[in-house]
T-cell receptor, first 113, second 112 residues
Framework: DTAVSQTPKYLVTQMGNDKSIKCEQN?????MYWYKQDSKKFLKIMFS???????INETVPNRFSPKSPDKAHLNLHINSLELGDSAVYFC????????????FGEGSRLTVL | QKEVEQNSGPLSVPEGAIASLNCTYS??????FFWYRQYSGKSPELIMSIYSNGDKEDGRFTAQLNKASQYVSLLIRDSQPSDSATYLCAVKLKAAGNKLTFGGGTRVLVKP
């Protein structure tokens, strides 16, 4: 039973389209994250939610909108996709907002053509 | 200076040898430090956390922390080909509101 699961694992889409990635964790954790890993393998935080409340909102284009319907789920919606959005997007969770011990999902590889 | 800096490698190590990875960070007030391992095409997984100066051992892995010099290192003893991966250093940077900030990773290749 996967602890942090993301869907879909792969997305290939055209510029200008809108896409969503879903994430679910069954660890009972309070905090969830979206990270982006670009082609140079740099892992950068985008958003974090603690008990459904947004606590980290990095400087990302407002085409990216996270949503947390409950503390076990965190979704990411991206509008008007651009070539530079191509990356691997990782969802992660942690027991609470203060720890750095994160559990990552398998990643969703987004390719924008 | 980057907030969390690592040599990108690759660090080539013969099987059975010790792999030594270093990481420096910019914020002297940081208190929590982590090493993650990421196999090619996979997600990062936590292998070590360290909070106090000195050494912390877990199996073949030893993390070393020196807050005065602002570096944290990871030693992998008796390196195995299965240790070939990218190792990411992560720091909860106080100056960045305690956000977990990752270095660019060091790629390790263990050759049989």
């Amino acid at each position: 039973d996967t602890a942090v699961s993301q869907t879909p694992k792969y997305l290939v889409t055209q510029m200008g389209n809108d896409k969503s990635i879903k994430c679910e964790q069954n660890l009972g954790h309070d905090t969830m994250y979206w990270y982006k890993q670009d082609s140079k393998k740099f892992l950068k935080i985008m958003f974090s939610y603690n008990n459904k409340e947004l606590i980290i909102n990095e400087t990302v284009p407002n085409r990216f909108s996270p949503k947390s319907p409950d503390k076990a789920h965190l979704n990411l919606h991206i509008n008007s996709l651009e070539l530079g959005d191509s990356a691997v997007y990782f969802c992660a969770s942690s027991q609470d907002w203060d720890t750095g011990e994160l559990f990552f999902g398998e990643g969703s590889r987004l390719t924008v053509l | 200076q980057k907030e969390v800096e690592q040599n990108s490698g690759p660090l080539s190590v013969p099987e059975g040898a010790i792999a030594s990875l270093n990481c420096t960070y910019s914020d002297r007030g940081s208190q929590s430090f982590f090493w993650y391992r990421q196999y090619s095409g996979k997600s990062p997984e936590l292998i070590m956390s360290i909070y106090s100066n000195g050494d912390k051992e877990d199996g073949r892995f030893t993390a070393q922390l020196n807050k005065a010099s602002q570096y944290v290192s990871l030693l992998i003893r008796d390196s195995q080909p299965s240790d070939s991966a990218t190792y990411l250093c992560a720091v909860k940077l106080k100056a960045a509101g305690n956000k977990l900030t990752f270095g660019g990773g060091t790629r390790v290749l263990v050759k049989p």
